[in-house]
């Protein structure tokens, strides 16, 4: 017992690492990494689990019915073609 406790009194007596003064920052800063990788996980599952859902949602409502034009349209002409606005 009287080594143990010989060894233990050495180790004791000896200087620390001064890498051990750092190791709070990378901790921490490892912890802040971890948690801002949490953060945006779930907002992209949130954001995958929207789109999933607005899609679903957006194929079982029913749309409303397709309707033919009331005039036949001349040569792709649009209603808002400014002969059509003048009345011509």
Do not use: C, K, N
Not at 10 to 32: C, N, Y
Not at 36 to 48: K, M, P
Not at 54 to 70: C, E, R
Request: charged content about 15%; overall charge positive; proline content about 7%.
């Amino acid at each position: 017992m009287s080594d143990l406790d010989q060894w233990l009194g050495q180790l004791r007596a000896a200087p620390t690492d001064p890498r051990l003064a750092m190791m709070d920052e990378a901790v921490m800063a490892g912890v802040a990494h971890r948690r801002e990788r949490a953060v945006a996980r779930r907002s992209l599952a949130l954001a995958g689990i929207m789109a999933i859902g607005v899609g679903w949602v957006s194929s079982v409502v029913p749309g409303s019915p397709a309707q033919a034009a009331s005039q036949p349209v001349v040569i792709g002409m649009s209603d808002y073609a400014p002969s059509r606005l003048l009345g011509q």
